[in-house]
C-alpha cells in the first residue's frame, strides 16, 4: 500500500482519542514498527448529534483504503456507533480484503476474534465482593445481549451468584445502554424491587459505573460505604473521579500483542485458531472499598495536569478560530496547519489529501467518495533547526498508495487518517504521524481542529463558487455562447483597452475583419448544429493567427475580428493570405455537401492617429467590402470545382467540362483551384479518391480490384500504382496494417 516495500496493516477504529482506542493503537504501532511493518489506522470520530450528512461523512473513511493491498487488518467493532456502518465495514473486508482478519473484544464467525476472558473477570469480582466484603444482595447492570463479550459477563454473574449461594434472581439483572446516561434508570429500577438496598451494583463497563454512582451521590447515597459499586474495562475516566472505580483492566497492550502474533504466525503459514483470549486483571479500588489515601492524591494530580492541558486546549482553540476567519482560500491553511502542529507535542508530520479540481460532491458517475488519484494539498513537518515547515505541493498521487511515494521513508511508517467532510461535501482525508508513533494531539483537541479545516475547506470551496458564478457572469456578458469569444459589448470593451495601451507604448494596431458570406444560407438549409460546427470551427483558424497581446470576437451572426498589435504591411498580407490557406484546408479535409466562403479586410490604426474603436471596425469593413468582389468570385469557382470533384469522383472527370459548366476557361478555372486551395485540379481528384479508397479498405470487405473501380480508376494495376506513391505501401498491405 505506501510505496516503502514494506507490508502494511489496516486498523478500522472509532473515537479514537479515548482511552482505550488509544492505547491499542499506540502498541498496535510500536508491535508493528518492531515487525518491520506500516500501521495506518483509519479512524472516526463517531456519531454526532444524530446528525444524518456528518455520520455519512465520517462512515467516508471505509473507502480511503484499498483493502487487497493490507497485508492484516485489525477491527475494533464494539467501539463504532454510526448506525449501519459495522455492517458496512465487515461487507468490504469480506468482499475486498485477502489477508488475516482480526475482531478486538467481540467475537465474529467469519473472522479471527481476540476476546478477554470476562466470564472469568466477573466472577472473580462476585468472589471478591463476598469473600472480602461480605456482601449479601449484589445487583448487576448488563448491557446489549447481541455482545458477545456483554453475554459472558452477565452469564458469569448469573453463574457465580448461583454458585456461591448467594440470593439471586433475573429481576437483579437490569439492561442497560454501556453509556454514561444510564444512572438514573438504573437506580430508580434497582430501588424499585421489593427487596432491601443493594449492598452492591456491579455494573458491565465503567462508564455505566461512573453514571451509577453520580446518581448514588445525588440521591445522598455515599460509595462505597453506603453502596459498592464496580465497573469493567478500566477506562481513563475510571481512575480520574472518586472514589476510583473497582474495574477489570483487560490491558489494550495484551491485546496488540496478541493480534500481531496472529499476523506473523497468517505469514509464516502456520495455522490460525478462530478465537484467542487474552487474560485480565481485576483492579480493586476505592469504590468497593480497597486504597484509600493514595489514590485521592493520584485524583488530585491528575485533575490538576488535566485542568492546566484544558486551559491550554481552550486557548488553542480560541486562537484557532481566530486565524480561521480570514482564510479565504488554500494558501491560508499553511499557518493554521503550521500551529496546531508547533502546539501539539509529539506531532510529526500532517498532511492533507483532497480530491482535485474540487470534485467533493458525491454523484451518480462516481462510486467512491474519493477519485483514484489524489492532491495531497500541504505538508506540515519540522524542518531544519526543528522549525515548522509547511509547503503546499499540490502533488497527484494514486490514492491506493495513500501518500506521494517520496512521502514515505525506508522505514516502517504509522499513519492515523481521519475523512474530511462538511455536510454532503467530501473533501478528502487528514493523515498525522508521531514522533514516538503514538496517537497524542491533546486528544479531543485533534477532533474540534480536524472539524474546524473541514469548516474551512468549505468556506474557501464557497467563496471559489462565488468567485465561478462571478467569473460565469462576466463571461456571458462578455463572450458569445457559442465560440467563447468575445461578444460585440467584450470586445469593443477588451480593444478599447488594448488601443490605449498600445497607443501608450507607441505601437500600432491591426483590426484583421472577417465575414462568414454563406453563414445563413448554411443554417436555413442544414440547420443551427451545422452552423454551429462552422462557427467553432472558424474559432479554430483563428487561434492559429493568435499572438500574446490579442483580442478575437465575434461582432455578430457571421463577422468576427482579430485585433492585432505592432504589424508591418507585408507581415499583415501574409497572415491574410495564410487565413484563407487555412479556411481552404478545411474546405478541402471534411466532406460536407457546402463550402465555408469568406471575405475579408483590415485596418491598420497608425501610431499617432486618433481613432476610435467603433471607427477601427467600421474601416475595417470598408476595406473588407472594396476587395470582396476579387475574393468572392475566385472562390467561388474554385468551391463549384471542388463540389462537382466529390460528387463525380467515382467518374471519369474532364476539367474542360467542368469549365464550360461553370462559365469560365480551364486556365481560368485551373488558375482559380490553384489560389485558392493551394494545389492543382488534379491533384486534388488524385488526393480525395485516394482518401476513399482508404475508407473503403478499412470498412469494407471488396477485393482491390472493386475498390479501383468505385474511386473512379478501370485498371487496379494503375490504382495500386497511385496509391503506393502518395502512401508508401499497397492498398493490400495497408489493409493488413490497419486491421491488425
Keep these: 500500500m505506501l ?39 483509519f479512524s472516526t470520530f463517531g456519531e454526532y448529534d444524530n ?101 459472558m459477563r452477565e452469564d458469569g454473574f448469573r453463574e457465580r451468584m448461583k454458585s456461591r449461594g448467594v440470593a439471586f434472581r433475573e429481576e437483579y439483572i437490569f439492561m442497560g445502554n454501556l453509556w454514561y446516561n444510564i444512572g438514573k434508570e438504573a437506580v430508580d429500577y434497582f430501588f424499585s424491587l421489593d427487596d432491601e438496598r443493594p449492598d452492591a ?34 477506562v481513563e475516566e475510571a481512575r480520574d473521579i472518586y472514589p476510583m472505580l473497582t474495574t477489570v483492566e483487560a490491558c489494550p497492550e495484551n491485546f496488540a500483542r496478541c493480534a500481531m502474533e496472529i499476523i506473523k504466525k497468517a505469514e509464516r503459514g502456520e495455522k490460525l485458531e478462530k478465537q484467542y483470549y487474552i487474560s485480565t486483571q481485576n483492579q480493586y479500588r476505592n469504590s468497593c472499598g480497597c486504597k ?26 480560541m486562537f484557532m478560530v481566530f486565524r480561521m476567519e480570514g482564510i479565504r482560500d488554500y494558501q491560508g491553511l499553511p499557518d493554521l496547519v503550521g500551529k496546531f502542529v508547533e502546539g501539539n507535542t509529539g506531532v510529526s508530520d500532517f498532511y492533507i489529501c483532497l480530491n482535485p479540481d474540487e470534485k467533493y460532491e458525491l454523484d451518480d458517475s462516481r462510486k467512491s467518495p474519493y477519485e483514484d488519484e489524489m492532491e495531497m494539498l500541504l505538508h506540515a513537518y519540522y524542518g531544519k533547526k526543528m522549525s515548522i515547515e509547511v509547503p503546499m505541493p499540490q502533488k497527484l498521487f494514486k490514492r491506493k498508495n495513500l501518500l506521494p511515494a517520496d512521502e514515505v521513508t525506508d522505514r516502517p511508517c504509522v499513519f492515523y487518517i481521519n475523512p474530511l467532510h462538511y455536510r454532503k461535501h467530501c473533501f478528502g482525508y487528514a493523515i498525522i504521524s508521531f514522533f514516538n508513533n503514538r496517537f497524542y494531539a491533546a486528544e479531543d483537541f485533534y477532533q474540534s481542529f480536524v472539524i474546524n479545516i473541514c469548516t474551512v475547506l468549505e468556506n474557501i470551496y464557497i467563496q471559489n463558487q462565488i468567485e465561478q458564478l462571478s467569473n460565469d457572469k462576466i463571461r456571458l456578458i462578455r463572450r458569445d455562447s457559442v465560440t467563447h469569444m468575445y461578444n460585440p459589448y467584450g470586445f469593443h470593451e477588451m480593444a478599447t483597452q488594448m488601443l490605449h495601451d498600445a497607443t501608450a507604448a507607441g505601437i500600432n494596431c491591426v483590426f484583421f475583419y472577417v465575414r462568414l458570406e454563406n453563414l445563413q444560407e448554411i443554417t436555413e438549409i442544414y440547420g443551427k448544429e451545422e452552423s454551429n460546427e462552422i462557427l467553432l470551427c472558424m474559432k479554430s483558424v483563428f487561434e492559429k493567427f493568435e499572438q500574446e497581446k490579442h483580442v478575437l470576437g465575434r461582432l455578430g451572426g457571421s463577422d468576427f475580428c482579430l485585433l492585432l498589435e505592432d504589424k508591418m504591411q507585408e507581415e499583415i498580407e501574409v497572415l491574410a493570405q495564410n487565413f484563407v490557406n ?123 480490384k472493386e475498390i479501383a473501380f468505385l474511386v473512379g480508376y478501370k485498371d487496379e494495376l494503375y490504382f495500386s500504382k497511385v496509391f503506393a506513391r502518395l502512401y508508401g505501401m499497397s492498398p493490400s498491405k495497408f489493409r493488413k496494417t490497419m486491421l491488425t
Design 582 to 704: 487555412e479556411v481552404n484546408e478545411v474546405n478541402i479535409s471534411w466532406n460536407k455537401e457546402f463550402f465555408i466562403e469568406v471575405r475579408y479586410g483590415w485596418f491598420v490604426k497608425e501610431v499617432g492617429t486618433i481613432s476610435s474603436t467603433d471607427e477601427c471596425i467600421r474601416s475595417a469593413k470598408m476595406k473588407m467590402k472594396v476587395g470582396a468582389q476579387m475574393q468572392t468570385s475566385a472562390a467561388k469557382y474554385a468551391f463549384e470545382a471542388m463540389k462537382e470533384i466529390r460528387q463525380n469522383y467515382q467518374k471519369e472527370i474532364s476539367v474542360t467540362y467542368m469549365a464550360e459548366q461553370i462559365g469560365i476557361s480551364r486556365t481560368h478555372l485551373s488558375h482559380c483551384f490553384k489560389l485558392i486551395y493551394q494545389k492543382s485540379i488534379q491533384d486534388y481528384i488524385t488526393s480525395y479518391r485516394m482518401e476513399k479508397a482508404q475508407e473503403l479498405l478499412i470498412h469494407t470487405q471488396k477485393k482491390i
Design 51 to 151: 446528525n444524518h450528512d456528518y455520520v455519512e461523512g465520517e462512515s467516508n473513511c471505509l473507502y480511503i483504503p484499498n483493502y487487497d493491498e493490507l497485508d492484516g487488518i485489525i477491527l475494533c467493532l464494539d467501539v463504532f456507533d454510526i448506525p449501519g456502518m459495522v455492517g458496512k465495514l465487515i461487507e468490504q473486508v469480506k468482499e475486498k480484503a485477502h489477508c488475516p482478519v482480526i475482531s478486538i473484544r467481540q467475537k465474529r464467525d467469519e473472522f479471527i476474534s481476540v476476546l478477554s476472558d470476562d466470564k472469568k473477570a466477573i466472577m472473580a469480582m462476585v468472589d471478591h465482593l463476598v469473600d472480602e466484603h461480605n456482601a449479601k444482595r449484589i445487583y448487576y447492570l448488563s448491557g446489549p445481549s447481541y455482545m458477545h463479550d456483554i453475554r
Design 201 to 234: 451494583i456491579l455494573c458491565a463497563n465503567d462508564y455505566m459505573a461512573i453514571s451509577v454512582c453520580e446518581e448514588l451521590c445525588e440521591r445522598g447515597f455515599r460509595v462505597p460505604e453506603d453502596i459498592i459499586v464496580t465497573g469493567f474495562d478500566d
Design 292 to 317: 484509600e489515601a493514595e489514590e485521592a492524591k493520584q485524583i488530585f494530580r491528575k485533575q490538576f495536569e488535566k485542568n492546566q492541558r484544558l486551559v491550554h486546549l481552550y486557548k488553542q482553540n
Design 3 to 41: 510505496n516503502n516495500r514494506k507490508k502494511t496493516i489496516g486498523v478500522f477504529v472509532c473515537k479514537l482519542p479515548e482511552y482505550f482506542q488509544r492505547t491499542l493503537c499506540g502498541a498496535l504501532a510500536d508491535e508493528a514498527v518492531a515487525n518491520g511493518y506500516n500501521l495506518v489506522v
